[in-house]
């Protein structure tokens, strides 16, 4: 594959924790190998402590593998300071977190907002259009000025996930995006991801127990022992 097409990538990656009173560590992710061309969508699953979130967050820069490379962007992230990290997370990369992150303290619109006042964010101007077209089709057009405290589970959710796309990123990393939605809060947020995937081009790599969600990405990867291994190519 022509590295140029290439969002993210990870090349023999291991990540292990060491335990404090246990002389063996914990080897989360053994041997992960992962190349995710620009625009593509891939669903990572696997069971509750297979290491997904580990992932994601190698892949965001937000930790450092123990040994192997993470590369997105053409840029090994840990060869970065943090200042370069913070950077192309701004400038490229969205991310869902599983537990949301809002600020309690700031509405829904100041939260989806928060990315656009980072120094060199993108298109700072037609940001608040868009955070407002965005949360309508999230379902949330009426709820601008509630604080996260006000807000139900699922509803935090999808404002995380407005969040993550407000400057347009060309990688998503969502974790568990539809984890405490309804059904048909799920499908409609499935949506959006698939038209902004389709339409806009944005890459990303979603971590899910729902196989519906899975089965809207193009490939679905199963984390497994520490290695990821393809459960089924679409076309
Ligand atoms: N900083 C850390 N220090 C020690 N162990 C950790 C650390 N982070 C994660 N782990 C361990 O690594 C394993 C994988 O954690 P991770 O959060 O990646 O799982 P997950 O697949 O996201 O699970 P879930 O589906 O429940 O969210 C867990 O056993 C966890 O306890
Ligand atoms: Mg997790």
Known sequence: MNN????AQMEHVARWFQQPDRTERLEVLRDVSLQVAAGESLAVVGPSGSGKSTLLNLLAGLDRPSSGRVTVDGREVSGLDDDARSRLRCERIGIVFQLHHLLPQCSVMENVLIPTLAPGAPEAASAPRRASDLLERVGLADRLDH?????????RQRVAVVRALINRPALLLADEPTGSLDRAASESLAD????LN???GVAMVTVTHSMRLAERMGRVLQLDDGTLRTDGERA
């Open 198 to 200: 389709r339409e806009q």
């Open 192 to 195: 959006l991801l698939a038209e």
């Open 4 to 7: 140029d097409a290439q969002i």
């Open 147 to 155: 604080r996260p405290g006000q807000l139900s589970g699922g509803e």
